[in-house]
């Protein structure tokens, strides 16, 4: 797949990128939002989901903007992540990615945002509203 053949859309909330210990049990909140991801490790248990369902004692980097790819994306297809991140590397901007069965999504801080639409739009993708 080139760079002109991916489509994006942003979602529209703000997210958090949580950090517990990895026999905690998975918290109601972290399960609350209509996009959540949960992944556990012998080392954490990492919860992305909307910021304002986070408790402010809960270790967690906030503000996040996700950028989704337009899928279903093939298991066949190489170099879609890498198109996206590599731009955005060269400018700069750190990004958190989660991929399911059906596509990636791209997280970037909300700061961060406006500039790495214009990185993507300029490297040749399409971001839809």
């Not at 990128?17 to 939002?33: E, H, L």
């Not at 992305?48 to 994306?73: D, T």
């Not at 170099?79 to 970037?108: E, K, Q, R």
Request: glycine share 4%.
């Amino acid at each position: 797949m080139k760079p002109t053949n991916i489509n994006l859309s942003i979602l529209p909330d703000m997210y958090a990128v949580c950090r517990m210990p990895s026999k905690t049990d998975i918290p109601m909140w972290g399960t609350a939002s209509s996009f959540y991801s949960v992944t556990r490790t012998s080392d954490e248990l990492s919860i992305v989901c909307e910021s304002k369902a986070v408790p402010a004692r809960v270790k967690a980097k906030r503000n996040w903007r996700i950028i989704k790819v337009k899928g279903p994306l093939d298991f066949s297809l190489t170099g879609i992540l890498a198109s996206l991140a590599v731009p955005l590397a060269n400018a700069h901007i750190s990004i958190f990615v989660i991929s399911t069965f059906d596509t990636d999504y791209l997280l970037v801080q909300d700061k961060s945002l406006t500039k790495a639409l214009t990185v993507l739009k300029e490297s040749g993708v399409t971001v839809n509203p």
